[in-house]
């Protein structure tokens, strides 16, 4: 089993940056593929951007595509979500979630740990 917890969230202008940070610990962190997903007041969770076990495949949602960039430390058991170019729409609780296995990285039904969120507000 393994822990996550998130940080990094907070209140941003349009346009700023946030980086969160998703940390570890228990079992191997990198033999987890990890994901993040965001969920916006009165909508369902979505698919942020996820990362394979070593980092060197990513793949994001087309709404952060080119804007956020996720990257994973596994020497400090950490994961990152790097946030530029940030919008209002983007006002969200993000949260991480990892799993040995994972067929469908954009389904959060893939992942068996989650931690408890951080949340982003950006302000127009």
């Known amino acids: 089993q393994v822990q996550l917890v998130e940080s990094g969230g907070g209140l941003v202008q349009a346009g700023g940056s946030l980086r969160l940070s998703c940390a570890a610990s228990?079992?191997?962190?990198?033999?987890?593929?990890m994901g993040w997903f965001r969920q916006a007041p009165g909508k369902e969770r979505e698919f942020v951007a996820a990362?394979?076990?070593?980092?060197?495949?990513?793949n994001y949602a087309d709404s952060v595509q080119g804007r956020f960039s996720i990257s994973r430390d596994n020497a400090k058991n950490t994961m990152y979500l790097q946030m530029n170019s940030l919008k209002p729409e983007d006002t969200a609780v993000y949260t991480c979630?990892?799993?040995?296995?994972?067929?469908?990285?954009?389904?959060?039904?893939?992942?068996?740990?989650w931690g408890q969120g951080t949340r982003v507000t950006v302000s127009s």
């Open positions: 228990g079992r191997t962190f990198s033999g987890y593929v």
């Open positions: 990362i394979s076990r070593s980092g060197r495949i990513t």
């Open positions: 979630a990892g799993s040995t296995e994972v067929d469908d990285f954009r389904r959060p039904d893939e992942y068996d740990y």
